[in-house]
């Protein structure tokens, strides 16, 4: 079992922020991976307020992009790199040098990706790798199936991933046929490697994936669930994506005590 932090929701970005900040103040140029999606927002909020306040320096920290989507380019609304511009690495005055992109464009992608992990290889990898978990327990685009010791790989979208993620641009007006049906992402074997790894998860409607991923067996069915075989990974959720975990075994012997 993975160790698990659940919190209010409304502390769900600080506590996030926490661990950043712990990771920042042994090293300012620790190497992050920072995901996409609804989930981090708080945690991107978060990380801008206390800049602003000058409670925390991201200045110094290494960004890696987790995934994007095969011919995004990053002035398109729709590409990952531009929605991590927009929400964290512009307003927090991140140097382009700064952020490792995951590679987008098609003609070279082979060689693009493993000049990606080169490049990680070469900062160290990623001291901590936030990830969100999808509907389907995809973390990055790693679909159930993906191969657990990945690198760095262009791979086909499921239906349902597109269907959620159109909802990300126009107001939740484009159909799932208008997102690319490709996606880039950081490998499964990539992302075990990270040295610390936090799954993020929140909403109600979560509660049912993030149960299997941690209750059920562990199985490239529910990639996320490969997790649990990482020394240093931990889930951060809030109450309502808590609401489908059982109780853990020894919850359950007190009970039979009392
Ligand atoms: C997307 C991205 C993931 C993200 C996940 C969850 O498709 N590929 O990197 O973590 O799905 O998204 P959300 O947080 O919006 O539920």
Known sequence: MLPVDVVPIQDFGAKAADHLASVLRR??????????????????QELLSRQAKGQIALGQMRAVMLDDYLGARPDQEISFRNWLDRHLFVPAGLDPRRILPIPTQPQNIAADCRDYENRLNAWG???LLFLGLGLNGHVGFN?????PDSITHVTPLSQISRQVNAAYWKHGSLSADSVPEYGVTMG?????????IILLV????????????????ITPAIPASLLRRHARARVLC??????????SPPQRAQEVES
């Open 27 to 44: 090293k300012a140029e620790a190497v992050i991976g920072f995901p996409t999606g609804n989930t981090p927002l708080p945690l991107y």
């Open 125 to 127: 990898g990623c001291d």
């Open 143 to 147: 679909e159930p199936g993906a191969d």
């Open 188 to 196: 499964l074997g990539t992302i075990l490697r990270a040295r610390e």
């Open 202 to 217: 929140r909403g109600a409607e979560k509660a049912g994936i993030l149960a299997r991923t941690l209750q059920a067996e």
């Open 238 to 247: 809030d109450v309502a994506a808590a609401g489908e975990l059982k109780p």
